[in-house]
């Protein structure tokens, strides 16, 4: 099984005991205000997309890590890769993607958390490209994205929600260039 860890963090495969910190993480309106159409989802919601998270580990050799905080052993979030179908023109593409609660903010970890995962990607994956998707406005996810050395690649419509979003994009050859 797969455990990355990083000066604060641990990502790590999922366990059930991290569903119901996840949903409240989930629940927060600020927290969903740019996945998607915004919408908030509870407790069964988050357990069927973990269960997706995992199927994905299964069929792909790639998730979302949950987000643990070393010092206290508390679920801050999620990060990793995965494919996104969602926004077929991209495809075929790996996303890298985050999701922390608001206590979490602000920190640093999910910069620190996703060059993790983006290094897992390119490393320990294989990956030849890695892309992350945000939504136009979404500043604090676009200076992640800057911070891990991506690109605009493109600027488009997502067909779930009709959002304005900016794809960004990552090769490995630039990635090994600029980490090197």
Do not use: C
């Amino acid at each position: 099984m797969v455990t990355l860890e990083t000066p604060r963090l641990i990502l790590r495969r999922w366990r059930e005991e991290d569903i119901a910190p996840m949903a409240a993480v989930n629940a927060d309106p600020e927290v969903m205000r740019w996945i998607r159409d915004g919408s908030v989802r509870d407790e069964q919601q988050t357990r069927g997309g973990v269960q997706a998270w995992e199927s994905e580990w299964e069929s792909q050799g790639f998730g979302l890590f949950a987000v643990e905080i070393r010092s206290t052993g508390k679920l801050a979030g999620f990060t990793g890769l995965s494919v996104p179908h969602f926004l077929p023109e991209v495809l075929p593409a790996v996303e890298i993607g985050w999701r922390l609660g608001r206590s979490h903010w602000g920190q640093g970890l999910a910069t620190e958390a996703a060059a993790a995962a983006l290094r897992f990607g390119f490393e320990e994956r294989g990956l030849e490209r890695i892309v992350s998707i945000t939504q136009v406005g979404n500043d604090a996810s676009e200076r992640i994205t800057t911070k891990l050395g991506m690109h605009l690649f493109r600027e488009t419509v997502s067909p779930t929600g009709g959002r304005r979003v900016r794809v960004f994009e990552l090769s490995s050859d630039h990635y090994v260039t600029t980490t090197r």
